[in-house]
């Protein structure tokens, strides 16, 4: 290391049921994404390409991060782990 800072790229990966699956979502971020916590929800058919209609809820169940370093830059990944679920009537 020379001391000097790298720039940092950010992604936030969505996983289905496991993290032992591929991504469902990805999504490349110029910055830090807000803190995701176990309980939180998403709206899965919002992402790109989703299989879920607005009937359907992701709860987050687990959140990873990834971090390494590549040649010229950090790399930050957001692992978020959701289950699908039908959203409640209100």
């Known amino acids: 290391m020379t001391g000097a800072h790298l720039p ?7 996983y289905v049921d496991s993290f032992a ?3 469902v ?5 110029a910055g830090p994404f807000a803190a995701v916590h176990t309980g939180d929800e998403m709206e899965p ?3 790109p390409g989703s299989q879920y209609g607005q009937d359907m809820l992701a709860r987050v ?3 990873r ?4 370093l590549e040649s010229d830059h950090i790399r ?3 692992s978020v782990c959701v289950n699908i679920e039908r959203k409640s009537e209100q």
Request: hydrophobic share 45%.
């Open 8 to 14: 940092i790229r950010y992604r936030m990966e969505i």
């Open 21 to 23: 699956r591929r991504p």
């Open 25 to 29: 979502a990805s999504f490349p971020g």
């Open 45 to 47: 058919s919002t992402w």
């Open 61 to 63: 169940t687990a959140v």
């Open 65 to 68: 991060h990834l971090i390494w």
């Open 76 to 78: 930050h990944s957001l």
